[in-house]
């Protein structure tokens, strides 16, 4: 497709539920990448991927947080056993592999997580 | 920490005047990028500038960086109602790989007075 596509839109958890989110990179695009974005400001990014392989999990949560990136699927970002900390939007992006627009990132409209 | 910084926080002017926005960061990079957010939306790519230019336009943008001071401007001249947002500066990684996360500032809130 020619933008991100993210759904769900938004996603109500209870505390310790599970939660998944999903995010279609542009087509050709072999970078997908996830950010968090907590009370409108300050966005923490989270991970990276080329292609299907991890690129820079350093922003990752160690414990409850995992991504994936599968050949002819939607990325995910699943956090079991979610926590009202949790609440955020979390927004996907891609880029493409070189030329010019290399390092630029397309973000898709985000999932906003309400953790109850 | 937060790599980078926006100055000023919210920012408020009347349609026609110029925005100024600034930017401070800690780290050597690559590149830095300026991206615009509308409310509830996701972020817009507006400008790149890599760390060996000093000045760059785009249509009514203009962004300067100094490496030297670690800092770099946005300024949106003519401004209009449309430009109200959240603009944020976003640094990548000294490797300049296509993979690098980007680090985000806290952004300056615009808004253009009609």
């Known amino acids: 497709g020619e933008e991100v596509a993210q759904t769900p839109k938004h996603l109500v958890r209870g505390e310790g539920q599970k939660a998944k989110l999903y995010c279609a990179p542009i087509?050709?695009?072999?970078?997908v990448f996830w950010y968090q974005q907590v009370l409108k400001n300050e966005f923490k990014f989270l991970i990276s991927?080329?292609?299907?392989?991890?690129?820079?999990e350093t922003g990752m949560p160690k414990e409850r947080f995992s991504a994936k990136c599968l050949p002819n699927s939607p990325c995910s970002l699943e956090i079991q056993a979610t926590k009202l900390e949790d609440s955020a939007v979390y927004f996907c992006?891609?880029?493409?592999?070189?030329?010019?627009?290399?390092?630029?990132?397309?973000f898709g409209a985000g999932t906003r997580l309400s953790v109850l | 920490s937060q790599q980078g910084e926006e100055d000023p926080q919210a920012l408020s002017i009347q349609e026609g005047e110029n925005a100024t926005m600034n930017c401070s960061y800690k780290?050597?990079?690559?590149?830095l990028q300026w991206y615009r957010q509308n409310s509830g939306r996701g972020l817009v790519h507006l400008i790149l500038?890599?760390?060996?230019?000093r000045e760059k336009h785009s249509g009514r943008l203009r962004v300067t960086l100094d490496t030297s001071k670690k800092s770099s401007s946005l300024l949106i001249t003519a401004s209009r109602a449309a430009d109200t947002a959240s603009y944020f500066c976003?640094?990548?990684?000294?490797?300049?790989?296509?993979?690098?996360?980007?680090?985000f500032g806290k952004g300056t809130h615009l808004i253009i007075q009609p």
């Open positions: 087509k050709g695009h072999s970078y």
């Open positions: 992006a891609s880029s493409q592999p070189s030329g010019r627009g290399k390092n630029i990132q397309y």
């Open positions: 500038i890599r760390s060996n230019e």
């Open positions: 991927f080329q292609n299907e392989n991890v690129f820079d």
């Open positions: 976003a640094t990548a990684a000294r490797s300049g790989g296509g993979a690098d996360g980007l680090t």
């Open positions: 780290t050597s990079i690559n590149n």
